[in-house]
């Protein structure tokens, strides 16, 4: 027992003991039973009689009902709490009415009982909703805070709990009042409940000539990228053939209802920047609600040999962005296209590479292997995911440039078009273009400074030195023999 509540219990019986010295010293104020005297004796002990049920209460809540409640992890409802103090007070008033003022107890029960059959009979209906909000305490399957949605669709959150009635807020701030016993007869979704994370779902129209694996790789990059959902894994579909394009239902995981609007303006501007930097054209954007189970372990195929072409995918990864356009057109026949399907392992940490590979759509995972020590001494090796990189970024670039290890693994998130890069490709353009090398190097280590989340170890250590760009530069040229 914590020591607030074993002080509390130790006062709490002591005044109950002076209580009772009090209520014999007070049954000698008036010795022959009758006149003022007598009436001011009654009084005085009818007092200490409610004062000793009150510090009783205390006393049961603080000494078995809450050590209870965080027992067993659940809150007893607050009407039973009221009902508790109502009995040990109707004892008390029994008590003073029969003990104190000699009045029959037969006759109390009686006028009680026809009294509580009249008062039933009046308020049948108060009853019926205090006996809802006492299942609904009791139960706990709603609380102050969640977000229910009615059964005319209405999305409200529960601002009170009260004994009769719900105290609801709708999105538009304005409060209604709903019966406990419509919460607990109609079919009411709780959106917080057991988890408070659910899908919600924008609906995606494109026109109809749009590649459909190439716009659903874009929408599910585009939704992965947004910042805040509860869960990286959307699920993008497409859902149907409409007059005026292809709907692609687009779902993802929010943290909880009260945020939603916010995390569907951040999703919804991350596909139409996405979109627009495809070339894709946008007929119309919606969103709902979806509060049914989704799968996310949908398989995904690709049924097109459409993707965003090579040079597109060259200049949004800026490799090349301080070479001019005759350099990049050209650069760009050179790159070889692969589609990987998600889940694929496209190079490990610890392998040898002669490539380096741009993104051109989809999202992978960046993994380490992090040896750890455990207790018994043995070492324990693990992978831990580092960086997502998407469309735009690249990777490898260490093994090709300078002859390095792969110092990550690189697994497809989702279904990826990646553009494959060659030494030959590089050793071609560094004999064709002198200033090629510094160029291409200056353009590495710029990225590697503005992108730290997405940086390797080395990149950490090579943007600390005092020459990054010659550094890199002169490394690998050496490797290749220039």
Same mark, same amino acid.
């Given at each position: 027992?914590?020591k ?39 009084l005085?002990?009818?007092? =200490? ?14 000494a078995?009902?809450?050590p ?41 029960f ?34 102050v805070?969640?977000?229910?949605k ?23 701030d ?8 419509? +919460? ?37 990059t ?6 805040? +959902? ?15 394009? =292809?709907l ?58 459409k ?5 597109? @995918? ?31 392992v ?8 002669d ?8 999202v ?6 992090v ?12 992978s831990r ?17 300078r002859?390095?290890?792969?110092? @990550? ?31 291409l ?14 940086k ?8 600390k ?8 530069m002169?490394?690998f ?6």
């Amino acid at each position: 027992m914590e020591k607030k509540t074993l002080r509390l219990l130790v006062i709490g019986i002591l005044s109950i003991v002076l209580l009772c010295v009090l209520y014999g010293v007070s049954g000698k104020i008036s010795p022959d039973n009758k006149g003022d005297m007598y009436d001011y004796e009654c009084l005085a002990k009818s007092f =200490i009689v409610v004062l000793m049920s009150i510090i009783f209460i205390r006393i049961l809540f603080a000494a078995i009902i809450n050590p209870a409640e965080i027992r067993h992890q659940k809150k007893i409802p607050g009407i039973l709490k009221y009902i508790i103090g109502a009995l040990v007070l109707s004892v008390a008033a029994v008590y003073i009415v029969t003990a104190i003022y000699s009045k029959s107890a037969m006759a109390i029960f009686t006028t009680l009982g026809a009294s509580g059959i009249g008062i039933a009979f009046i308020a049948q209906d108060t009853l019926k909703e205090l006996i809802a909000g006492i299942i609904i305490s009791y139960q706990d399957d709603f609380r102050v805070g969640d977000w229910i949605k009615l059964p005319d669709g209405t999305i409200a959150q529960i601002l009170k709990l009260k004994l009769t009635c719900i105290d609801l807020g709708l999105l538009n701030d304005t409060r209604i009042y709903i019966s406990n016993t419509k +919460l607990t007869s109609n079919a009411i979704v709780n959106l917080s409940q057991p988890d408070p994370s659910h899908f919600n779902r924008i609906d995606v129209i494109l026109e109809h000539d749009v590649p459909v694996e190439q716009a659903r790789r874009i929408l599910y990059t585009a939704t992965a990228n947004t910042p805040g +959902l509860a869960s990286k894994e959307p699920l993008v579909v497409a859902d149907a053939v409409l007059q005026n394009g =292809i709907l692609f239902a687009v779902f993802f995981k929010i943290p909880s209802f009260d945020v939603g609007a916010e995390m569907k303006h951040r999703v919804i501007s991350s596909v139409v920047h996405h979109l627009h930097r495809h070339g894709l054209k946008v007929c119309e954007i919606s969103g709902q609600i979806n509060i049914n189970h989704i799968d996310t372990n949908a398989v995904r195929k690709f049924e097109d040999e459409k993707a965003t072409d090579a040079l597109t @995918a060259l200049k949004y990864s800026g490799l090349l962005k301080n070479c001019d356009k005759e350099i990049q057109t050209n650069f760009a026949k050179g790159m070889e296209r692969l589609f990987v399907q998600a889940g694929e392992v496209i190079c490990r940490q610890g392998d040898i590479g002669d490539t380096m590979f741009i993104i051109a759509e989809g999202v992978v995972n960046v993994s380490l292997n992090v040896s750890t020590t455990e207790e018994n001494g043995k070492t324990k090796t693990s992978s831990r995911v580092i960086a997502i990189l998407s469309d735009g970024d690249y990777f490898g670039e260490m093994a090709l440039l300078r002859g390095e290890k792969r110092n @990550a693994t690189i697994i497809a998130k989702s279904d990826v078009v990646l553009y494959q890069i060659r030494r030959e490709t590089i050793k071609k353009f560094m004999d064709s273009y002198a200033d090629f090398a510094e160029k291409l190097s200056t353009a590495i280590v710029e990225r590697s400074t503005e992108n730290e989340a997405k940086k390797t170890e080395f990149m950490k250590e090579l943007s600390k030195k005092e020459d990054p760009i010659s550094e890199f530069m002169n490394a690998f040229k050496s490797f290749l023999g220039r």
